[in-house]
């Protein structure tokens, strides 16, 4: 911990350093171009803001996987201006007489500057690299529709036959002809509900995959079984093996 504390601290104290001086570089050349009072002491804080706010919006973009042109053409412009201005005043350059072209573009630094500070404003910040893709040829869902599921079967209700009201005691009146009881009505057959076109292919399919392993005719009531079916819906499978 103290190692990393004491690696950290000198980070800082070289950065303040190299900070400091390039800052006195920028201002003394500014100074050397007309750009007295405040505005001399302006110029490095343009420049070196721009230099961090390139860099730390490059460093947002390649972590999140997006093109960082932008802002690395803007890092390198101020990256330019700090070195050019560190190395003009290294006894390269007069300084009490300095060129018409560099005092032009001393002068114009402030609306480069802005601009480029505008657009790294309004870029789009990246906050992390799992942004949500739009849907391409590749990820668009399969539109071929699967298999249609078996649709769930419900038995129809039992038809019960309506029985008769039961009718009260009769007074016997005396007849002379002989009565004949007429039969009651046979109870009308039970319907045997039908299957659905899907259960139909499905019982037939378990009927001949059982043949062809036993060799016997399959057992209605174990197709039944397995089908999941009620035991009522045991002589609809069968009518159909």
């Known amino acids: 911990m103290r190692a990393h504390l004491a690696r950290l601290d000198a980070v800082i104290v070289q950065a303040v350093i190299a900070g400091a001086l390039s800052f006195s570089h920028l201002h003394d050349l500014a100074e050397a171009a007309g750009q007295g009072g405040w505005k001399a002491w302006a110029y490095p804080?343009?420049?070196?803001?721009?230099?961090?706010?390139?860099?730390?919006?490059?460093?947002?973009?390649?972590?999140?996987?997006?093109?960082?042109?932008?802002?690395?053409?803007?890092?390198?412009i101020a990256l330019a201006a700090s070195l050019g201005a560190n190395v003009a005043t290294a006894g390269l350059l007069d300084l009490d007489a300095v060129?018409?072209?560099?005092?032009?573009?001393?002068?114009?630094?402030?609306?480069?500057?802005?601009?480029?500070?505008?657009?790294?404003?309004?870029?789009?910040?990246?906050?992390?690299?799992?942004?949500?893709?739009?849907?391409?040829?590749?990820?668009?869902?399969?539109?071929?529709?699967?298999?249609?599921?078996?649709?769930?079967?419900?038995?129809?209700?039992?038809?019960?036959?309506?029985?008769?009201?039961?009718?009260g005691p009769q007074e016997s009146t005396p007849s002379t002809?002989?009565?004949t009881t007429a039969p009651a009505p046979a109870a009308p057959a039970t319907p045997v509900p039908p299957l659905p076109p899907a259960l139909v292919d499905r019982v037939r399919a378990l009927a001949a995959e059982h043949r062809a392993t036993t060799g016997r005719a399959a057992d209605p009531d174990a197709v039944r079984v397995r089908l999941g079916l009620p035991p009522s819906m045991t002589p609809s499978v069968a009518a159909h093996l």
């Open 177 to 179: 002809s002989t009565t």
């Open 99 to 167: 060129p018409a072209p560099l005092r032009v573009i001393v002068a114009g630094w402030p609306a480069v500057a802005f601009f480029g500070g505008t657009l790294l404003a309004h870029t789009p910040r990246a906050t992390d690299g799992r942004t949500a893709v739009p849907a391409t040829e590749d990820t668009a869902p399969d539109p071929t529709p699967g298999p249609a599921p078996v649709p769930a079967y419900v038995p129809p209700a039992d038809p019960t036959p309506e029985l008769p009201a039961a009718q």
């Open 45 to 76: 804080v343009s420049v070196d803001l721009l230099l961090v706010a390139a860099w730390r919006r490059m460093r947002e973009q390649q972590r999140a996987g997006h093109p960082a042109g932008g802002p690395r053409l803007w890092f390198l």
